[in-house]
Every structure is written in C-alpha cells, then in structure tokens.
C-alpha cells in the first residue's frame, strides 16, 4: 500500500503544465463570549478557522493539497491535512489516492458552531463516530450529478498505528518496575505516525450513495467499518441525510447511528460504545443579502469501559493500568446532549458573510444509574449547561 500510494503521486506529477488554483476559508471571531454552568465566561477574538487548499489539474489528472495550518505541525506528517491525486479517464468512474476525508457521512455546517459530527460543542461531546478526516484512503467513485447519483467506495486506515513487536504484543507508555509485586503503571500504547496504512494492522471500509434525481433534493446513505489488530470488536455506523435547497431556502436533515470498541489502552478508549444523533436546521433567505439560520441537534453516547482492575503481563514483564483508567474501570455512562442555535446572516459579497447568533446547549448524563453527579470520570461538563453569543466574518476566496 505504501509502495501505491507512493507510485501513484509519482504519476501524477509527471506532466509540466497543470492548471492551478488556489482555494481557501477564514472565518473571524468578530466577538463571541460563551459561559459554561459554574464556570467563568468569556469573551474571544482573533481566528476561528483557517483553510487552505491548492488544486492542480490536468486532462484526466488532478491533485489537491490542503495544508493542516491551524493544527499541530510540530507532529510528524502533520502538516498536510489533505494530500490526493484523482484520475478520471474512464467515462463515469473517478479513483482516488492519498490522504483526506473519508466519505460517508452528510456532514452540514449549523448556525454558529459545528455540528456534533465536526467538533462543535460548547460542554463537549463523547461520540467517536465524527468527521473521519486525516485518513489514508483509496476510492473509486461511479456516477455524477446528470445521471442523477454519485456512489463512492473507500478502504482506509488512520494516519497512527499502535507500535507492536514480532509477536504482535503492543509496546506500552509506561512506568515502574515491572515486576508482579510491582508492576509498570500504562498511560497509553507506543504511538507511530504513518503515511500509509498497513492492512496486515488495520482495515477500514467506507461508502457513501448521493441521490440527486428528485428536483432541489439530494438523499445520502452512509456506511463505514473499522478494525485494527486490537480491537475487541469491529467498529462500524450508518448515516442517512437529506438536502433540499432552493433560491428561498435550504433545508437539512441528518441521522446517524454508530457503535465503537477500542483496545483498553487506545485514545478516547472504550469497551463498547453505541451513539445516535440527529440534526435538524435550515436557512431562510428574505433577500439577496439577509437570511435567518436554525439549527438543533441532539446526541445520545451509551459507553461501557474497560475493566482494569487486573494486573496482566506481556513475556516477562507486568503491567496495570495507571490512575485515570483505573478511575473509570467498568462504569456504564449514559450522555444526552442537545443544542439550539439560530443566527442572522448578511452578505457582504459573493464570497463574504457576517453571521451573529446565539447557542444553547444541555448535557445530561447518569453513571451506573445514578444521576445528576457533578463529575464523572472521563465525561466533559457532565449534567451542566452552557451558552455563546457569536458574531463572525467568513470568506471564501
């Protein structure tokens, strides 16, 4: 797979005159103050978001580069957020090669924050199955809009690998002795940053069916799967969406349904996760400049944790699970999380808006059974509330 991913940007810089461009997103923080229950509120100003995309393009050849500017460029290979090259010279099909967003989902930006699959949140939220971006990817896509539907297919893997050795034991981040008397301390499994995926350590499968055929409507039905060499189970979720878009207004719908499982030593680990999410919104335009957005989404996380009570070992060596495992070993968490947002937004130009709104967000979430705890371990903010009142200037350029 490497050897092909390698091979395959070769080719698609072998020609000398492609046609570029030059795309991007920045979106401003004119003022947005935001207040978390039993928290001090403030005020922010400065960037919100911050994208940058070249394209290149020639006959049946094109590539795009998306540069990972507001992240951590500090971690190895990081610094491309999006790396693939595309080819389309067989009539209907268009395959893909490299590094990118894995389709499936019917992501829709909300009114002044992201959606729940996209990060946007102002207590946090614990579902796994968000925006799979960053990805190692092939895909073959069949149709396009005049035949009335687009299919795509993906296999891909994520962009880290968990270090193992000759036999296939994980390598631990830890501490300690190492004894059975006493045992190392683990904080998380020994992490490598890969260009390419190895499917001998993991697989994931992915697809996405966009339907166009109904007038202003497009309906989207999703799948994905995933599984490495550790996990206890296979991950998988399904989306469904819906789109109506017209000159007056736009209309959006979306449901997903996910279930996770993770090695015990994994990020954002869990035994067993079931998630399902709806969003619901829409913008209405008065005129060529004014429109009002409405926006509610609602997400409900059911995660079963590792047992950790046990010392196991690896050879010669023994190991425990450090503290803030240990903490949370076996609770059952049940999450409710749900969100009001609305905003008005004007149009300076073609490619330029200015969007002032407010959010309201609720979580509520029981461990064991029991409720209204202030804290519970590995849960944000659990059972609080909190609000943000934004104004923001977007470009497009």
Request: hydrophobic content about 35%.
């Amino acid at each position: 797979m490497k050897n092909l991913f390698y091979a395959f940007f070769f080719i698609s810089n072998l020609t000398f005159a492609f046609d570029t461009s030059l795309k991007g997103f920045i979106a401003l923080d004119a003022l947005n103050y935001e207040k978390i229950q039993d928290k001090d509120g403030g005020a922010s100003i400065g960037i919100a978001v911050l994208d940058l995309k070249v394209f290149a393009e020639q006959d049946n050849l094109s590539s795009a580069i998306k540069l990972n500017i507001d992240g951590n460029l500090a971690v190895q290979n990081t610094i491309f957020e999006e790396a693939y090259a595309s080819y389309r010279g067989i009539k209907d099909w268009k395959f893909t090669l490299g590094k990118g967003v894995v389709k499936f989902q019917n992501l829709h930006w909300g009114a002044v924050e992201n959606s729940y699959l996209d990060g946007g949140s102002i207590l946090g939220t614990e579902n796994s199955w968000r925006k799979v971006n960053g990805k190692a990817f092939i895909s073959a896509t069949y149709g396009n809009r005049s035949k009335g539907y687009l299919d795509t297919v993906s296999f891909w893997g994520d962009s880290s690998e968990i270090q193992t050795d000759e036999q296939g034991n994980p390598f631990f981040v830890s501490s300690g002795t190492g004894t059975l008397v006493s045992p190392k301390f683990v904080s998380a499994y020994s992490m490598q940053n890969v260009t390419a995926f190895n499917t001998s350590k993991q697989l994931g499968f992915a697809n996405k069916l966009e339907y166009y055929k109904f007038d202003n409507w497009t309906l989207t039905a999703g799948q994905v799967f995933y599984k490495n060499k550790l996990q206890p189970e296979a991950s998988y979720g399904v989306d469904f969406g819906i789109n109506h878009d017209t000159d007056k207004y736009e209309l959006w719908i979306d449901m997903l349904y996910g279930f996770t499982s993770k090695a015990p030593f994994e990020q954002y680990t869990t035994l067993a996760k079931n998630e399902y999410f709806i969003q619901m919104g829409s913008q209405y335009h008065f005129d060529e400049f004014w429109s009002v957005i409405a926006n509610t989404e609602w997400l409900f996380v059911k995660d079963r944790a590792h047992d950790y009570t046990s010392v196991f070992n690896v050879g010669t060596i023994y190991y425990k699970a450090d503290s803030k495992y240990v903490e949370k070993s076996g609770q059952l968490v049940n999450s409710t999380s749900f969100k009001f947002e609305s905003a008005i937004q004007y149009k300076l130009s073609k490619s330029s808006f200015i969007t002032s709104g407010a959010c309201y967000e609720r979580k509520i979430a029981e461990k064991n059974g029991i409720k209204d705890l202030s804290y519970i371990p590995g849960v944000y903010n659990a059972n609080s509330e909190g609000f943000k009142v934004s104004s923001s200037v977007s470009f497009w350029f």
